[in-house]
């Protein structure tokens, strides 16, 4: 699953892409819009908001809003005219066509095009968004204390509390601070450093192709311990965990070191 950093790229790309541009097409590969047609329309940008991505199309009374969310498989690809697309039509659910690009959301979990007011409807639940302009730390420990209960993996995934951790830098959160998964947020002795070093992590990859917690970028030695399990911890070399965590039916993989990451807190 793309994580905010991801997304933060994709939302880049696509703004550099299509901004200033006129649609010259669109194709919605989605039952609920398959008849929307915004040729014509120029684009005005498109942003990022935790994992979500909002590109906003045409203005004054035409002005909407398409929200599209990567999910587990999804992407955004561009294209010159004329070159072959890198994945099957057949996962295509938009195209937005310029005189300079097409670009194509391939298999995106969610596509919907909203009027643009209503932007705050689509995105307004998400906790602070550690890639946004508007960051806010305090607000985001507020939310992730607030259930002090709750299992600190679960807590900082909860894109209603903070919105840009996925599940990979769910697990190397949990490990770069020493931190039991399902350690309650209670028992965590520092949410505000937790979510500095989210915030940090980020940053750091979101200009990144290759994301890294290591600080190496080569497959394979790029992360401490997601999708590592039975694999010798980098730093103390204890086999590294692998278990499912979460409620029922949105229980999601992962990966700790049980020396670096002690049941009971440090
Ligand atoms: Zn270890």
Redesign the pocket.
Known sequence: MPEGDTVWRTALHLDKALTGEVLTGSDFRVPAFATLDLAGRPVVGTVARGKHLLTRIGEGDEAVTLHTHLKMEGSWHLYREGTPWRRPAHQARVVLRTASWTAVGFSLGLVEVLPRADEDAAVGHLGPDLLGPDWDLEEAVRRVTADPGRPVGEAILDQRNVAGIGNMYKSELCFLLGLDPWLPVRDVPDVRALLRQAKRVLEANKTRTAQTTTGDTRRGKNLWVYRRDKQP??????TIKGDTQGPEAQERATYW?P???PAGGT
């Open positions: 911890c980098r730093r103390c070399g204890t070191c020396r670096c990451q």
